[in-house]
């Protein structure tokens, strides 16, 4: 079955230590997302890959980067966490095309719950 | 900016009885998603509405997007353990073509046996 695939589903990191969270995807979207969930809250967009250009949420910190290394994959960075990045991390994917008519569903994956101490 | 206010937030009933979520803006949308989330796992797609006054089924959840495209309800009927899940409205803008959507704060559904 065509899906998104999160790994870690579980991380947990000390104060400060650099964390990858990874995304994959079989469904050949080209538009992919990161949100930041915290308890019981909406997902909150911190940026997105349209193909290949980046998209950057004006209040994601600077602290959050991400790569996309081809159509498949995507990768979230958090370079310094804080206890405040303490959070489920959603990875989606949606197929868009400027010009086109889509309706822009997104598909999620399961996420990773991110703590940290 | 566009918002989207969902009410309640909070909603706690017992098996059997009949619900109501509302979904509510001063903005048109081109189209709005539904997503059920259950805990620990990611928001999963449930319909999404794109003319005004459009009414969709899916077995006892009933979903309405209002005349003027600003607004959408759920409704389930009947309602079972087995809906228990944050449920997220989520709109896509009037000029469409762009990838965003826009989140409700989303309603936490408790159905107690």
């Known amino acids: 079955d065509a899906m998104v695939i999160q790994n870690p589903r579980y991380q947990v990191t000390q104060f400060g230590k650099p964390v990858t969270l990874s995304c994959s995807q079989t469904?050949?979207?080209?538009?992919m997302y990161w949100y930041q969930q915290k308890s019981s809250q909406a997902p909150k967009l911190l940026f997105h890959y349209y193909d290949k250009d980046f998209n950057n949420e004006a209040d994601t910190p600077d602290n959050f980067q991400s790569r996309r290394p081809n159509t498949s994959f995507c990768f979230l960075d958090i370079r310094s966490p804080g206890l405040g990045d303490t959070a489920m991390y959603l990875c989606?994917?949606?197929?868009?095309?400027?010009?086109?008519?889509?309706?822009?569903?997104?598909?999620f994956g399961p996420g990773t719950r991110l703590t940290v101490l | 900016t566009q918002l989207l206010e969902q009410s309640p937030q909070f909603l706690s009933i017992q098996e059997g009885e009949n619900l109501t979520v509302y979904c509510n803006s001063s903005s048109v949308f081109s189209s709005l998603q539904w997503y059920r989330q259950e805990p620990g796992e990611g928001p999963v797609l449930l319909v999404t509405?794109?003319?005004?006054?459009e009414v969709k089924k899916l077995k006892r959840l009933t979903f309405q997007f209002g005349d003027a495209r600003k607004d959408s309800s759920l409704h389930i009927t009947a309602a079972q353990p087995g809906d228990t899940g944050l449920y997220l409205c989520?709109?896509?803008?009037?000029?469409?073509?762009?990838?965003?959507?826009?989140f409700g704060k989303g309603t936490k559904l408790t159905v107690n046996p």
């Open positions: 989606a994917t949606s197929v868009n095309k400027r010009g086109a008519r889509y309706y822009n569903e997104q598909f």
């Open positions: 989520a709109g896509e803008g009037y000029k469409g073509g762009s990838e965003k959507l826009v």
């Open positions: 509405v794109v003319t005004g006054g």
């Open positions: 469904l050949n979207h080209n538009v």
